[in-house]
């Protein structure tokens, strides 16, 4: 409320400065944030030698993705066929 009513009080000038101001802020805070990303990125890189991966659950679910994807091609292909037979049935049965 209190925000409310000092926002009531603002020019647009002054307004946008505020909101410059704060997103000044803002940048300065994301580009702090990503240094330290990086800085902590590249010593742990350091530190920790390249093991070999273990299956993660990313690649288990594309795996799992993958074999789903290839049983609903089969089960397609399947009505494909299905339905050109009780067409070929019906056409020669009359």
């Known amino acids: 409320m209190k925000n409310d009513e000092q926002q009531d009080g603002l020019t647009r000038e002054d307004y946008q400065r505020q909101k410059q101001a704060e997103n000044e802020q803002f940048e ?6 990503v ?6 990125a590249r010593t742990h890189a350091e530190a920790e030698p390249e093991e070999q991966e ?3 659950v990313r690649s288990t679910a594309e795996r799992k ?3 789903l994807g290839k049983k609903l091609n089969w ?6 066929v ?3 037979v009780v067409y070929l049935i019906l056409f020669f049965v009359k």
């Open 54 to 56: 273990e299956p993660t």
């Open 75 to 80: 089960i397609i292909f399947g009505l494909i």
């Open 28 to 33: 300065k805070r994301d580009r702090k944030r």
């Open 65 to 67: 993705s993958r074999n």
């Open 35 to 40: 240094q330290v990303e990086r800085d902590y």
């Open 82 to 84: 299905a339905i050109i």
